[in-house]
């Protein structure tokens, strides 16, 4: 069982380590791709190398176990990445990084009113939620002011709550059976389905000539085989160990991630500022994980 569980922290901390800095890969893309090509590129990519790896089909699944596939592809793969997207270009990227970080605070909420197996809610999951949040706003905001921006912020608190929707969908789906890479398969090919009509309303293009070049074909794959195929698997293997709640928390890391990324590769300026916030967000993840039995079990 402890085996079980220090695998699946493994796995949430791999996931958030790679979703950390994928910005930079998509910076790179957004030169020549608009965000929904980003995004409908990388899940086509990412459901092949998922079939590939395990073409086998699911077999015996009803009518509930499909909707939940539905909702979940909807969700975390259409709904999310496109609220996201179209939230950054109503507001400041620092606003989205805050509000996207509450998503954990959502999921305890739905967790306590559609998932009993996650056990109660203790005071330190609150606690850490408020020092976490205070860390990515630090983060965030680095040197800068918060600007309101009613719709854009708005979007990016709905992109919360649908991703907070996904996970305790994930929850559900993983009480399934089925192997975990069969599920994300399934609900990669319904995200797409449901993105097939925001292609023709934000002017898709297929201009597969660009991925001729080589720097523009290595990021997609990047986000495609890495941060879509491999890590929407072993998030979802997260959350069937520790349960939503526990697994979503590890969300306060991305932040980090972002920052330490942004040191070592694009050699960005380190702060004060941004250690603190650094610190803040790692101490409110830890202190939300403390004595997981209040916070989200996953038996």
Known sequence: MGNRRTAGHLAALFTIIIWGTTFISTKVLLTDFKPVEILFFRFVMGFAALFLVCPHRMKGVGRRQELTFVLAGLSGICLYYLLENIALTYTMASNVGVIISVAPFFTAILSRLFLKSEGTLKANFFIGFVVAMAGVA????????????????????????????????????????????????????????????????????????????????????????????????????????????????????????????????????????SIMGTVLAVAGLFLSEYSGKGSGNSE
């Open 138 to 273: 630090l983060i965030s905001f680095n040197g800068s002011r918060m600007e309101l921006n009613p719709a854009g912020d708005l979007l990016a608190v709905l992109a919360a709550f649908v991703w907070a929707c996904y996970s305790i969908l994930t929850r559900k789906i993983s009480s399934f059976g089925y192997q975990v890479i069969l599920t994300t398969r399934r609900t990669f090919f319904y995200g797409i389905l449901f993105m097939v009509p925001a292609l023709f309303l934000f002017n898709f293009e297929m201009g597969l000539e660009r991925f001729a070049n080589m720097t523009h074909l290595l990021n997609i794959l990047y986000l495609g085989l890495g941060a879509s195929a491999l890590c929407f698997v072993t998030w979802n293997l997260a959350v069937k160990v520790l349960g939503a709640v526990k697994t979503s928390v590890y969300i306060y890391m991305v932040p980090v991630i972002t920052v330490v990324t942004s040191v070592l590769i694009l050699k960005e300026p380190v702060t004060w500022v």
